[in-house]
């Protein structure tokens, strides 16, 4: 059975730094593409950044740009989010998503198939 597993989240400072990691297993084929969701109370989910397996071309939410980066080791089908400069706003819950065909742009949900459960980041100011 594929699925998503995420990791790495928690609770920190303004200002502080948090790794996510997302492993993949059970696909019957390699996505084409993983990234990171994430979703405040209240608010919609919104796109954070992409990866793309192949090229390793990376997309950000201009929320993000210059603080989050993030990575792949294609081998393990395995994503990872470095966040820096966390702000309070980062506050919410993180899931990764795994897709092989872009519908429109790569924020929007219908280019992902699978979905991790989500791990919860917590930006206290």
């Known amino acids: 059975q594929a699925q998503l597993v995420e990791s790495g989240g928690g609770s920190v400072q303004d200002g502080g730094s948090l790794r996510l990691v997302c492993v993949g297993s059970?696909?019957?084929?390699?996505?084409?593409?993983m990234a990171w969701f994430r979703q405040a109370p209240g608010k919609e989910r919104e796109g954070v950044a992409v990866i793309f397996r192949k090229s390793g071309i990376s997309a950000y939410a201009d929320s993000v740009k210059g603080r989050f980066t993030i990575s792949q080791d294609n081998d393990k089908n395995t994503s990872y989010l470095q966040m820096d400069n966390l702000k309070p706003e980062d506050t919410a819950t993180y899931y990764c998503?795994?897709?092989?065909?872009?519908?429109?742009?790569?924020?929007?949900?219908?280019?992902?198939?699978?979905w991790g459960q989500g791990t919860r980041v917590t930006v206290s100011s």
């Open positions: 059970g696909y019957n084929y390699r996505s084409n593409y």
């Open positions: 998503a795994a897709g092989s065909t872009v519908w429109g742009t790569w924020y929007s949900e219908d280019s992902y198939t699978y």
